[in-house]
């Protein structure tokens, strides 16, 4: 009977001594999946709304875990930033999507733009690291916006970091800048001018019910207006159904993300699926 208590108990109200284990049993678990490269990146097409182009993917980071099985970003990457493994991983994610980026270039001849995700803690651990990204771009010969780097609102009101002068190194180097989850966080506008931004990336939140919601039509409308006069291109988010897109194409957004068009796949899923007819 006690077992089974037990049992009930760590089914329905994991007591925090059970989260600790489970926290610590994840740590570890993390650490050997960056020394053994257990990471995958999936790519998510960003399609333009008015051609239906895809000319740009977002880089997802997958965990396949031997024994849970597929862990989420959402689960671990919080874990990842508490402990400092972001670096690495950051560092891992970066390097793949550039060579991925280089590869569609030189071996398919197309360009593809592919996006990576950067939380403010790979922000402000990286030093010296971005040199040596950079160096690899020059390398893989990507410049001219192979790349580009999704940032949270929260980095920009963090001036410790040296927020600019890494993004004036970054656009010099030709990789470019998306401004993540736009609307969610402090939404900062004053910085929006302050920061050479290319890219502002609606968040799901504005576009679930843009179609059925004026306000969040009205929302989205003043956010794709602001965005183009300061010289930004408007990508929104979590576009599931088609009069979503209709709305947003409506409202002068320029691309989509979402699973009205694909959910994030593997690379060669997505050359097939994207790129292959392209090269013939
Ligand atoms: P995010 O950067 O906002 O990425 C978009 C998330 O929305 C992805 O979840 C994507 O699979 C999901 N998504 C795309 N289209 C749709 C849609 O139409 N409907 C719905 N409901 N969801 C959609 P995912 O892959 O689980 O990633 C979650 C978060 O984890 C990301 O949010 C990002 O913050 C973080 N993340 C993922 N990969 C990386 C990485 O390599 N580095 C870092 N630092 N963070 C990452
Ligand atoms: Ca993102
Ligand atoms: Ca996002
Ligand atoms: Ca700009």
Redesign the pocket.
């Known amino acids: 009977a006690k077992e089974q208590g037990r049992n009930r108990f760590n089914y329905f109200t994991p007591s925090m001594q059970e989260y600790a284990k489970y926290r610590m049993r994840l740590i570890q678990d993390l650490r050997q999946a960056v020394t053994n490269k257990e990471f995958e990146l999936h790519y998510?097409p960003i399609v333009a709304l008015a051609t239906g182009e895809v000319t740009k993917a977002?880089?997802?980071?997958r965990w396949h875990h031997c024994e849970r099985g597929a862990v989420?970003?959402?689960e671990f990457?919080p874990v990842a930033e508490d402990t400092g493994l972001?670096v690495e991983?950051?560092n891992w994610?970066f390097e793949q999507a550039a060579r991925q980026s280089a590869a569609w270039r030189h071996g398919l001849g197309v360009d593809i733009q592919i996006s990576?995700?950067?939380?403010p803690i790979?922000f402000r651990d990286e030093g010296t690291l971005l040199n040596d990204w950079l160096k690899l771009l020059q390398e893989l010969n990507i410049t001219g916006a192979g790349v580009c780097v999704?940032i949270t609102e929260g980095l920009l009101l963090d001036a410790s970091m040296g927020v600019t002068e890494k993004l004036l190194a970054y656009r010099d180097a030709g990789v470019q800048v998306s401004l993540?989850?736009f609307g969610t966080g402090y939404s900062s506008l004053a910085y929006l001018k302050k920061f050479d931004i290319d890219y502002l990336k609606i968040d799901?939140s504005f576009t679930r019910n843009v179609d059925t919601d004026k306000n969040d039509q009205i929302l989205c409308e003043a956010i794709i207006v602001m965005a183009h006069k300061l010289g930004m291109k408007v990508i929104a988010?979590?576009?599931?159904t088609e009069a979503q897109r209709q709305v947003l194409l409506a409202a002068g957004c320029d691309y989509g993300?979402?699973?009205?068009f694909s959910?994030?796949i593997p690379a060669s899923e997505f050359t097939q699926q994207y790129l292959q007819c392209r090269s013939l």
């Open positions: 998510q977002e880089a997802l980071i989420p970003p959402s990457i972001i991983i950051g994610v990576v995700n950067k939380s790979q999704e993540d989850d799901q988010e979590g576009v599931e993300q979402g699973y009205l959910r994030p």
